[in-house]
């Protein structure tokens, strides 16, 4: 709790933060003992958005627990966690704050995107061991009836301005998700209509210019920022398809359209959107993801599976 400008622990006890259950019984308890108009729910501890960790073959999802055999929530575990405090409440969680590395991903974003309305990620690093939440408390206790969304950009400016760079951090509309997904479907569609072609190895090259990130460390550059990746196919690919054009031109007005607040520092200019999409550079790594990434709601629906269906085409031998 925060009282008289001094951050108080109410209660502790050791549990296993990749487990779940305890997730569901502290969103419970603060639900019951803590009655809100508006809730906000922090993440933390390492993350890697949805790709399986290949150290251990183990999951690592977020909150990474070092403790309990290095187990971690998987995307369907944090779900199923957020999904009992969206019952318990009646009604979407106000602001989610995923504070750790990588989460922000389009497939982490579509998992989500049902349970709560605005979310704090970062396409990169995420600094989550010293978040200035006395400054951020501060400013909540001066200003208690501000919106979630607003919240949302005082936690991400918050955050923005107490670590050095590289740093990257966004607000979403989480409502825009949808529609984000199905310009993927479009512009997915028409670029595989190029592989095959003369263009395929001008899109990999572009692939390999686009800001990229590894889920983890040592690991490949799996994840690139989408927008970006966009912007490259339109403008130094040579391809001349008015429907590929338009569909980017769309992605972006709608990925632009969904952003409430993006900052980075320590990138090319251009180079962070808001959103990383998977694209492993060679076939052998979306091998190693393909089953964790056919788990998930993004490819469990058109509007993603065309994307998958793209990586493979373009990747496979």
């Not at 993603?304 to 990586?311: A, P, R, S, T």
Request: hydrophobic fraction near 35%; include cysteine; aromatic fraction near 14%.
């Amino acid at each position: 709790s925060f009282h008289n400008g001094e951050l108080q622990i109410l209660s502790s006890y050791n549990c296993n933060f990749g487990n779940p259950d305890y997730l569901k019984g502290f969103l419970s308890y603060g639900l019951q003992n803590y009655p809100a108009r508006r809730y906000m729910v922090v993440i933390k501890d390492h993350g890697s958005g949805w790709r399986k960790r290949v150290k251990k073959d183990l999951s690592r999802d977020i909150c990474f627990d070092e403790v309990y055999g290095d187990d971690s929530l998987t995307i369907s575990e944090l779900r199923s966690a957020l999904y009992y405090m969206k019952v318990l409440l009646g009604r979407k969680i106000d602001l989610l704050f995923l504070d750790a590395c990588l989460m922000g991903t389009i497939e982490v974003d579509y998992d989500l995107k049902d349970l709560a309305n605005y979310l704090v990620s970062s396409e990169a690093i995420g600094w989550g061991g010293n978040t200035r939440w006395d400054v951020l408390f501060n400013q909540l206790v001066s200003y208690p009836t501000i919106s979630a969304d607003g919240l949302g950009v005082l936690t991400a400016q918050t955050y923005f301005n107490s670590y050095i760079e590289p740093i990257t951090i966004m607000v979403k509309d989480l409502s825009k998700i949808d529609d984000i997904a199905k310009a993927i479907y479009n512009f997915a569609h028409y670029l595989r209509n190029y592989i095959g072609t003369i263009y395929e190895n001008t899109i990999i090259n572009l692939r390999n210019q686009t800001q990229s990130f590894a889920p983890y460390e040592g690991g490949p550059n799996e994840y690139i920022d989408l927008y970006q990746f966009s912007e490259l196919i339109r403008t130094q690919s040579g391809i001349i398809d008015s429907n590929l054009i338009n569909s980017i031109l769309d992605l972006q007005r709608i990925i632009k359209a969904s952003l409430i607040y993006c900052e980075d520092s320590g990138y090319i200019e251009g180079a962070i959107n808001g959103y990383s999409i998977w694209f492993p550079n060679t076939y052998n790594y979306y091998l190693l993801g393909e089953s964790k990434y056919e788990n998930l709601l993004f490819t469990n629906v058109q509007l993603g599976k065309e994307w998958q269906i793209f990586l493979e085409e373009i990747l496979s031998p």
